[in-house]
T-cell receptor, first 118, second 110 residues
Framework: GAVVSQHPSRVICKSGTSVKIECRSL??????MFWYRQFPKQSLMLMAT?????????EQGVEKDKFLINHASLTLSTLTVTSAHPEDSSFYIC??????????????FGPGTRLTVT | GEDVEQSLFLSVREGDSSVINCTYT??????LYWYKQEPGAGLQLLTY?????DMKQDQRLTVLLNKKDKHLSLRIADTQTGDSAIYFC??????????FGSGTRLQVQP
């Protein structure tokens, strides 16, 4: 089946620094990828929709200048958390849809990246 | 706005059946999903059901859909300790992102 990878799987950074998280579709092309955030013991909340070759669409309440999304190719989207603060500590999960299966029911999730800001 | 709702916790004994319930929001959803998340891990698609179905069975899993009440359930037969996890129901939204329920933590007692 289709595989989505994320890198890194876990990162610890100091407050005020920036962290980049990569999401790759390994064996399919994805025009659209989604970034979710999951706080401890909570559900996943959609942060933004990443579209290849165009600007990301952010959900209400998500700061686009803080969470920079770049979808430079059909297999890679990156999320950069700028000037990270402890409240940004969370589990970040991406997902992607297979371009060749535009009507398929399934989207494929990455394994997640756990960000801890100290 | 409306939320996709689930009960937060369910505890069962090994070998019993587990039933996890979900109330979704959009009556026009074409399909609905159940995902499993083990501690510290990503999401695993367990099963899905199309809106034109009332029931779907896949080995130990049975999904029931009541469109009138916007109610979805997941039954796990012969629950095992390896089934202990958080289970999320989800419905699609614009551009096929998903709206997830709050998650139900299933604890299986040996």
């Amino acid at each position: 089946g289709a595989v989505v990878s994320q890198h890194p799987s876990r990162v610890i950074c100091k407050s005020g620094t920036s962290v980049k998280i990569e999401c790759r579709s390994l064996d399919f092309q994805a025009t659209t990828m989604f970034w979710y955030r999951q706080f401890p013991k909570q559900s996943l909340m959609l942060m933004a929709t990443s579209n290849e070759g165009s600007k990301a669409t952010y959900e209400q309440g998500v700061e686009k200048d803080k969470f920079l999304i770049n979808h430079a190719s059909l297999t890679l989207s990156t999320l950069t958390v700028t000037s990270a603060h402890p409240e940004d500590s969370s589990f970040y999960i991406c997902s992607a849809r297979d371009l060749d299966r535009a009507n398929a029911y399934e989207q494929y999730f990455g394994p997640g990246t756990r960000l801890t800001v100290t | 706005g409306e939320d996709v709702e689930q009960s937060l916790f369910l505890s069962v004994r090994e070998g019993d059946s587990s039933v996890i319930n979900c109330t979704y929001t959009d009556s026009s959803s074409t399909y609905l999903y159940w995902y499993k998340q083990e501690p510290g891990a990503g999401l695993q698609l367990l099963t899905y059901i199309f809106s034109n179905m009332d029931m779907k069975q896949d080995q130990r899993l049975t999904v029931l859909l009541n469109k009138k009440d916007k109610h979805l359930s997941l039954r796990i037969a012969d629950t095992q300790t390896g089934d202990s996890a958080i289970y999320f129901c989800a419905e699609p939204r614009v551009e096929r992102a998903l709206t997830f329920g709050s998650g139900t933590r299933l604890q299986v007692q040996p």
